[in-house]
């Protein structure tokens, strides 16, 4: 059972930048599809990106396309979300979130869960 940590959140202007990362332990990295998600206040949870277990396909939102980046490192167990451009809308907090087999944009589909990471960013 794999567990998730989160950082690299924090404060940015708008149009700024940031990288989050997630750190996996306790399983095997590379059996599990990885998603970033978040979620703002008084919102629902919302899907942000995707990557496969291999890395090799990846999906996004369409607010984030062309803006934000997920990639993964299967020898350091950490997913990552570049975050370029920042928009004071994408303030919110991100969680990452892993399902073993193929990748899916479903929020209920990911059985482990990171605590999140606050990212505020301000106009």
């Known amino acids: 059972q794999v567990q998730l940590v989160e950082s690299g959140g924090g404060l940015v202007q708008a149009g700024g930048s940031l990288r989050l990362s997630c750190a996996a332990s306790?399983?095997?990295?590379?059996?599990?599809?990885m998603a970033w998600f978040r979620q703002a206040p008084g919102k629902e949870r919302e899907f942000v990106a995707v990557?496969?277990?291999?890395?090799?396909?990846?999906y996004y939102a369409d607010t984030v396309k062309g803006r934000f980046t997920i990639f993964r490192d299967n020898v350091k167990n950490t997913v990552y979300l570049q975050m370029n451009t920042l928009k004071p809308e994408d303030t919110a907090i991100y969680y990452c979130?892993?399902?073993?087999?193929?990748?899916?944009?479903?929020?209920?589909?990911?059985?482990?869960w990171g605590q999140g990471t606050q990212v505020t960013v301000s106009s």
């Open positions: 979130a892993g399902k073993t087999s193929v990748a899916t944009t479903l929020l209920k589909d990911y059985n482990y």
């Open positions: 306790g399983g095997t990295f590379s059996r599990y599809a």
């Open positions: 990557i496969s277990r291999s890395g090799g396909m990846t």
